[in-house]
């Protein structure tokens, strides 16, 4: 009896850790995805991307949530509550997204991956204003390992540094701290609604943000696309957008959410690799040097905050 239930423990952790690592793997491709939009057609801008995107996503929102609602037992939606889910949704997969997209037209996929990975760095920045008694020694030492990082990768582009690079990293510094704050605040919904559920109330709110700014700029004209440029989108809303919320909801069901954060640091790596072999691009030695204290960081945050919990 003790035996099976160990075997039953043994597959979950290894059922949950390879939910995790797809997922993991589905969020790095959204960059390559974006990359290779753009190049296989120049004169489209990021919010038709998203907007596209959203598009093709929802239905299967909308499924999710049906069949969610069906299942779990989680709080009904609170009209009252209508507000902080807008303004959590338009932050976190309106705002937060449209500055990563726009960022990609100007910087390497593994650039915007490295600064966007910081995002668990603001969360621990933030905590350290509401709650400072939460933040640690090592958990600070872990913040200058990251940024110092940062300042290693910039280093390295010194000499090339252009206001190209510069618009572009300050766009994704702004995507990262976007979705810090979203990750702060909706930690109460997420608790009270359920992870998946409250994802897709928030990305509702930001689909119609996005269609709402999409179709001022573009009108319908923002659908009318190449084939080529829906080939790329497509399998990005599939695989680094839906599958992902559904597989790290299964990831964290099953191993935990401190686990499943450390997993999660391998993003940056996937990411650095696919940029290589699918965009050609290079990597110099400064700037894996401060890939690797970036993830570091992020790393031992993640680890001290899952120490905390235990």
């Known amino acids: 009896m003790i035996s099976s239930i160990k075997s039953l423990k043994n597959n979950d952790l290894v059922a949950g850790i390879i939910c995790v690592l797809l997922a993991t793997l589905g969020l790095s491709l959204k960059a390559i995805f974006i990359k290779l939009t753009y190049q296989a057609e120049p004169n489209i801008d990021a919010i038709s991307i998203l907007a596209i995107r959203l598009v093709l996503a929802l239905p299967f929102f909308i499924l999710l949530l049906l069949y969610v ?99 572009g990293s300050l766009l994704v510094f702004g995507a990262a701290i976007s ?80 686990r499943t954060s450390i997993i999660a640091t391998t993003g940056p790596v996937i990411t650095i690799t696919l940029a290589v072999f699918f965009l050609g691009e290079t990597i110099g030695v400064l700037q894996a040097l401060g890939g690797v204290m970036i993830v570091a960081g992020v790393f031992f945050v993640a680890r001290e905050k899952a120490a905390k919990i235990k």
């Open 69 to 167: 609602s069906r299942k779990a037992s989680k709080a009904t939606f609170n009209i009252s509550q209508l507000p902080l889910f807008l303004f959590l949704g338009v932050l976190g997969f309106y705002v937060s997204a449209i500055l990563d997209f726009t960022a990609l037209a100007y910087i390497p996929a593994s650039l915007e991956r490295l600064i966007l990975f910081l995002y668990p760095t603001f969360v621990v920045l933030i905590s350290l204003f509401i709650r400072p008694t939460e933040v640690t020694r090592a958990i600070l030492f872990a913040l200058l390992i990251s940024y110092g990082g940062v300042v290693v990768v910039f280093i390295e582009q010194a000499s090339t540094i252009t206001p190209q690079i510069i618009t």
């Open 179 to 258: 979705f810090a704050i979203y990750t702060v605040v909706s930690v109460k919904l997420i608790n009270e609604h359920g992870s998946v559920r409250f994802t897709a109330y928030a990305m509702f709110a930001a689909s119609g943000a996005t269609l709402a700014h999409a179709l001022s700029v573009h009108g319908l004209g923002v659908f009318n696309q190449s084939l080529n440029v829906y080939a790329l989108i497509f399998p990005m809303a599939i695989f680094s957008t839906v599958l992902p919320l559904i597989l790290m909801a299964e990831g964290i069901r099953r191993i935990g959410a401190s």
